[in-house]
């Protein structure tokens, strides 16, 4: 009977420790967490445990980038009706990544028939969207039009292509 006196108040003396070892370790946890949250905020399998930590805390992400997710829909690059050495550059993407991501750079490099590069020049969003950017980026599934116009560096341009970066 004694023995169990002692067992008892053992463990009631032990409870708080053991608590208190708990939420220290709880603590340590979520510090790690929001210590490597741009690291993390990259890995797919941790950005909704993040984005919901970060959601009650008030700390931030960093926006997702997954410039493979680009989905280009329609492109089209014809001789500009009214300038000529004047290219005029369309097409229609679509953000299928898992979340709203930053507005990509855009790619276009202009080639030959025999696929040399005569041509090549990276765009900002501002650049090569038709409409201003939305803030805060591209949300999910929403599809987003690109109108331009270029120089054509040479009567010899046959081909095109975009990237997304």
Do not use: K
């Not at 067992?7 to 979520?30: F, K, M, Y």
């Not at 919901?52 to 280009?72: D, F, H, M, Y």
């Not at 690059?77 to 709203?100: K, Q």
């Not at 690109?146 to 081909?159: F, N, Q």
Request: hydrophobic share 45%; proline share 9%; charged share 20%.
């Amino acid at each position: 009977m004694q023995r169990r006196r002692r067992a008892g108040n053992a463990v009631r003396r032990q409870g708080p420790a053991l608590g208190a070892v708990a939420a220290l370790a709880l603590l340590l946890a979520l510090q790690l967490l929001l210590a490597d949250r741009q690291r993390l905020a990259a890995e797919p399998q941790w950005r909704p445990l993040l984005s919901r930590v970060c959601g009650a805390l008030g700390c931030t992400l960093p926006p997702w980038r997954e410039p493979t997710a680009i989905a280009l829909l329609h492109r089209d690059v014809r001789p500009h009706p009214a300038l000529p050495g004047v290219l005029r550059v369309s097409a229609t993407i679509r953000n299928d990544a898992r979340w709203t991501q930053d507005w990509p750079q855009l790619r276009l490099r202009l080639t030959d028939v025999d696929g040399r590069s005569l041509g090549e020049r990276h765009f900002l969003a501002h650049e090569y969207l038709a409409a201003a950017p939305a803030p805060g980026g591209m949300p999910r599934g929403q599809s987003a039009t690109i109108r331009m116009d270029v120089l054509e560096p040479s009567p010899h341009t046959v081909a095109f292509d975009f990237e997304f970066h």
